[in-house]
């Protein structure tokens, strides 16, 4: 009988011991799966827009995408639904890559519209489709308003209501 409970005593040591190890262990995988700091501040971009120029169009790179932001003058379309306002300033804010096949279109000053070079599509100065094959409008991407910075990649009410206003 004494052996017996040597022998619970052994078992539950060294059951207590493998789980001890096995909890150990799933630190380091947890640390292998989280994103690596680099991956996750490459998400989000902050653009200034205090000193971008009306009517010139700024390109910048968020996620391996062109990203287009245009400052509206006074005499170009507005479009509620798609324009993003900071202060009583309006901006064009889409990923610059077609709907159709995903090639970069090319802003047209003279012509004040996006064409893309693949098929002739068109976009107008708030990124709806206005000629060619594109099924759907240029895609707004996530963003949040600070001050008068856009930060790319967060999700803020600005964009939220943007959403719920083309749905």
Known sequence: MADKGRRNFIAWGFGGFAAAGGL????PMKK????????????FVTVDTAGLPEGKLNIIKWRGKPIFVLKKSANMPVEADRDVMIG????????????????????????????????????????TQTFGPPPKPLV?????IKGTSIVLGEEGPEYKKMLAAQA
């Open 88 to 127: 009583n300033d309006r901006f064009l804010v889409v990923i610059g890559l077609c709907t159709h096949l995903g090639c970069i279109p090319t802003y047209r000053e003279n012509k004040v519209d996006f064409q893309c070079p693949c098929h002739g599509g068109r976009f107008d100065l708030s990124g």
């Open 24 to 27: 150990i262990s799933l630190v």
């Open 32 to 43: 292998a799966w989280d994103p690596l700091p680099s991956a996750l501040s490459s998400g």
């Open 140 to 144: 707004i991407p996530p963003f949040e």
